[in-house]
């Protein structure tokens, strides 16, 4: 989609705008639909709109701009050490040594898996994208951690609906001149088939399935998660696209799911 046919802020609009639709009619759709939530509920829903939808968004698209998608990869894959360090600090609970050890070997999976053969051996400057991901990782880390409490005492769609809802009106004036700049009659149809897998797919159920993990999971372990991507990447590539799987590809698949055995452990 970009940038043939969408900048970075006419995807974030239409992302959020798209998603948050959906959550809203599923919602209303839902028998046990509930009414406006008190102010302090609300306050704590624009927070998470903030961290999770307005910064995460916008921080990612700005920073993957500016730096490589190397770099936006090695800086995402310390998000479960940012959650672990991020629960210490807010909940003061203390991780086992499983959960530390499963972490560590999840990173460093996820790190060989993303990092050309000649990637670490060349030292470079950190450049203002990278800042922006970095940036972008941390909101994203705070938003599982106080997330967690409120995926565990209200249901799915009606927290979705709220921080989207938020998230939108915090972008809107951002991007809302972008989103009216849109020449639609330039979409091919595999355009539209993307779009759509975009809206549906990339964010509402990602951020509906991340909502239900939280319930019964530990923010760490979710966040643990997500270093699966680059495995998933690479197996698709070698099924479909018949790209070559060497022995360091292979070694840092498992060591990503040995992390993700190790945090879940108890």
Same mark, same amino acid.
């Given at each position: 989609m970009m940038p043939d046919?969408?900048?970075?802020?006419?995807?974030?609009?239409?992302?959020i705008a798209g998603a948050g639709l959906i959550f809203w009619l599923f919602d209303l759709l839902n028998p046990n639909h509930r009414a406006i939530p008190p102010v302090k509920i609300l306050i704590k829903l624009f927070l998470l709109a903030l961290l999770g939808i307005a910064l995460n968004q916008t921080l990612f698209f700005i920073g993957l701009n500016l730096t490589s998608p190397v770099d936006t990869s090695i800086i995402n894959s310390t998000n479960p050490l940012?959650?672990?360090?991020?629960?210490l600090l807010i909940t003061k609970s203390l991780p086992s040594k499983y959960q530390i050890l499963g972490i560590i070997s999840g990173m460093i999976g996820a790190i060989i898996l993303i990092a050309p053969d000649n990637y670490l051996s060349h030292s470079s400057s950190i450049?203002?994208?990278n800042w922006f991901i970095l940036a972008n990782t941390i909101c994203w880390s705070l938003y %599982?951690?106080?997330g967690k409490t409120m995926m565990?005492?209200?249901g799915t769609m009606y927290v979705m609906k709220w921080i989207f809802l938020f998230g939108f009106v915090l972008i809107s004036p951002f991007t809302i001149d972008d989103f009216l700049s849109i020449d639609i009659s330039s979409f091919s149809t595999k355009a539209w088939f993307s779009l759509i897998y975009v809206v549906i797919g990339t964010t509402f159920l990602a951020y509906m399935l991340i909502t239900i993990g939280l319930k019964s999971m530990p923010p760490q372990l979710v966040a643990v998660y997500t270093n699966l991507q680059p495995v998933i990447v690479v197996l698709i590539g070698f099924t479909i696209t018949n790209e070559g799987a060497g022995v360091d590809k292979l070694f840092a698949m498992l060591m990503v799911i040995l992390g993700?055995? %190790?945090v879940s452990r108890r």
């Open positions: 046919y969408l900048s970075p802020f006419q995807i974030i609009f239409i992302r940012l959650v672990l360090l991020i629960s450049t203002a994208g %599982l951690v106080l565990s005492q209200y993700i055995f %190790l």
